[in-house]
């Protein structure tokens, strides 16, 4: 679409995308962060337990 409106129009689009693109990259970074953390803190609760002898 951008390319129907002129050259100027594509080449301010271009740095906006990426710009776009790395804060989601940031965000869905974050989401991976926090899943890992998760995991991890669910993984050692559940050795935990195990380890405990009634």
Known sequence: MGARQGD???AAN???AQLF???M???????????EA????????VID????RP
């Open 38 to 45: 998760l995991g991890g803190a669910a993984t050692a609760h």
């Open 14 to 16: 271009a740095p906006a």
């Open 25 to 35: 990259a940031f965000g869905l970074d974050g989401f991976a962060h926090a899943a």
């Open 21 to 23: 693109q790395t804060f």
């Open 49 to 52: 337990m195990r380890s405990v």
């Open 8 to 10: 100027a129009i594509l």
